[in-house]
C-alpha cells in the first residue's frame, strides 16, 4: 500500500460547481496535511493545511480531515476554469517530519 | 525574503556527463528537502535534512546521486554519470522542523534533460 493515494482521474466538473478531491494515508501517526496545488511545469503551491480532525475552510476551499480513517479531502467551491491544475495531497509524518506526496489529481474545470 | 531559489532553472546535459543543482531555503527554515517529479507523478522523496545533518536517502536513488548541505543554509544536489532516465524536475522544499505543524515551501525547480 502506497502511503499517500490519490486518484489521479482526470476530474472533469462544470463551471460553478463544487469539486471534490480525495486522499487517503497509511501512516497512522501523521499529524499534518496540506494540499498543493500545480500547473503544468510549474512547481506545487501550499493552498491548504490541516492539522485537527474536522473541516477548515478558506475562501473557496475547504479541507478536511478524518484521522480515524485515515481520510483528507479538498472541497473547491464556485469552480473556475483558473482552477484546472494538478492537486497534490502531502502527509507529513509526525515522527521524522519526513513529507511523502501523493501522485495527484488532475482537475478539469468545463467552461 | 524571496522564498526558496533553485538554479538553474534548466539544464540539458550528455548521458554520462555529472550536473550540480542549488537550492537556498527561506532563510529561517532548517529542514530542506529533495524530490525529484516525473511526468503525471507526484514529487517523490529523495533526500532531505535537518540543518547540515542528512538524515535520510531514499533507497530508490543510485550511489550516483548525492547531496549536500555544508552550513546548514543552502543545499547541492549532484548526480554523476548521467542517464536518460534521470530526465525529471528536481525540486526543493523547506519548512521548519521541530515543530509539528508547519507546512513546506517549494521552489521553482530545476528541469532536467539528459539527452
Known amino acids: 500500500q502506497k502511503e499517500v493515494e490519490q486518484n489521479s482521474g482526470p476530474l472533469s466538473v462544470p463551471e460553478g460547481a463544487i469539486a471534490s478531491l480525495n486522499c487517503t494515508y497509511s501512516?497512522?501517526?501523521?499529524?499534518?496535511f496540506f494540499w498543493y496545488r500545480q500547473y503544468s511545469g510549474k512547481s506545487p503551491e501550499l493552498i491548504m493545511f490541516?492539522?485537527?480532525?474536522g473541516d477548515k475552510e478558506d475562501g473557496r476551499f475547504t479541507a478536511q480531515l478524518n484521522k480515524a480513517s485515515q481520510y483528507v479531502s479538498l472541497l473547491i467551491r464556485d469552480s473556475q476554469p483558473s482552477d484546472s491544475a494538478t492537486y497534490l495531497c502531502?502527509?507529513?509524518?509526525?515522527?521524522?517530519?519526513?513529507?511523502?506526496f501523493g501522485k495527484g489529481t488532475r482537475l478539469h474545470i468545463l467552461p | 525574503d524571496t522564498g526558496v531559489s533553485q538554479d538553474p532553472r534548466h539544464k540539458i546535459t550528455k548521458r554520462g556527463q555529472n550536473v550540480t543543482f542549488r537550492c537556498d531555503p527561506i532563510?529561517?527554515?532548517?529542514?530542506l528537502y529533495w524530490y525529484r517529479q516525473t511526468l503525471g507523478q507526484g514529487p517523490e522523496f529523495l533526500t532531505y535534512f535537518q540543518n547540515e545533518a542528512q538524515l535520510e536517502k531514499s533507497r530508490l536513488l543510485s550511489d550516483r546521486f548525492s547531496a549536500e548541505r555544508p552550513k546548514g543554509s543552502f543545499s547541492t544536489l549532484e548526480i554523476q554519470r548521467t542517464e536518460q532516465g534521470d530526465s525529471a524536475m528536481y525540486l526543493c522544499?523547506?519548512?521548519?522542523?521541530?515543530?509539528?505543524?508547519?507546512?513546506?515551501?517549494f521552489g521553482q525547480g530545476t528541469r532536467l534533460t539528459v539527452v
Open positions: 502531502a502527509v507529513k509524518r509526525n515522527r521524522d517530519d519526513k513529507i511523502i
Open positions: 532563510s529561517e527554515h532548517n529542514r
Open positions: 501512516d497512522r501517526g501523521s499529524q499534518s
Open positions: 522544499a523547506s519548512s521548519l522542523g521541530g515543530t509539528m505543524n508547519t507546512e513546506a515551501f
Open positions: 490541516i492539522y485537527s480532525n
